[in-house]
T-cell receptor, first 112, second 116 residues
Framework: GQQLNQSPQSMFIQEGEDVSMNCTSSSIFNTWLWYKQDPGEGPVLLIALYKAGELTSNGRLTAQFGITRKDSFLNISASIPSDVGIYFCAGRPEEYGNKLVFGAGTILRVKS | NAGVMQNPRHLVRRRGQEARLRCSPMKGHSHVYWYRQLPEEGLKFMVYLQKENIIDESGMPKERFSAEFPKEGPSILRIQQVVRGDSAAYFC??????????????FGPGTRLTVL
């Protein structure tokens, strides 16, 4: 089925450290999106990836669309306290254009 | 530059009552999606609508749930005879284009439904 496995489930890191999280699937996806959700709010789009192999940056964030089209990773460099939140990957399955499938999220906690 | 608007932000209903959740898409967006999020889980797709049309409702429960996106006014997600298991956060997203690889969905702040 169209399931995304997102890992790690949670992270507790030191301020200033780099962070890495990823999503994998057994299905092929046409698009990978990374969102951040703060408590009580909706997901906010961080990075969108549309092409296999694509590497895109947004400030301290970098994400890549895996060559196999079945995975993606997100890196955050030099983490700061405001990076705290839940990060979700979302993919658009190959067989259906507009439905997004979400991972279960990575909870990021930063020690100041 | 208003984003996706949802109201109410919080809704409390007793079992058996009806819940109506509203979503106004971003200006210029004619595609609306509804998702449900249970605590500590990702968002689950429910339904995709364009103006006056339901395009894909494969994620909607077969009973008690309905959605519409009229020619004028917001999109409405309606839950009849709510049960405790309907308690969740319901998010609406909108996008400017139809199904395409580069289309991007922008999310509203959500409605948190609590069923007593």
């Amino acid at each position: 089925g169209q399931q995304l496995n997102q890992s790690p489930q949670s992270m507790f890191i030191q301020e200033g450290e780099d962070v890495s999280m990823n999503c994998t699937s057994s299905s092929i996806f046409n698009t990978w999106l990374w969102y951040k959700q703060d408590p009580g709010e909706g997901p906010v789009l961080l990075i969108a990836l549309y092409k296999a192999g694509e590497l895109t940056s947004n400030g301290r964030l970098t994400a890549q669309f895996g060559i196999t089209r079945k995975d993606s990773f997100l890196n955050i460099s030099a983490s700061i306290p405001s990076d705290v939140g839940i990060y979700f990957c979302a993919g658009r399955p190959e067989e259906y254009g507009n439905k997004l499938v979400f991972g279960a999220g990575t909870i990021l906690r930063v020690k100041s | 530059n208003a984003g996706v608007m949802q109201n109410p932000r919080h809704l409390v209903r007793r079992r058996g009552q009806e819940a109506r959740l509203r979503c106004s898409p971003m200006k210029g967006h004619s595609h609306v999606y509804w998702y449900r999020q249970l605590p500590e889980e990702g968002l689950k797709f429910m339904v995709y609508l364009q103006k006056e049309n339901i395009i894909d409702e494969s994620g909607m429960p077969k009973e008690r749930f309905s959605a519409e996106f009229p020619k004028e006014g917001p999109s409405i997600l309606r839950i009849q005879q709510v049960v405790r298991g309907d308690s969740a956060a319901y998010f609406c997203a909108s996008s400017p284009r139809g199904p395409s690889i580069t289309d991007t969905q922008y999310f509203g702040p959500g409605t948190r439904l609590t069923v007593l």
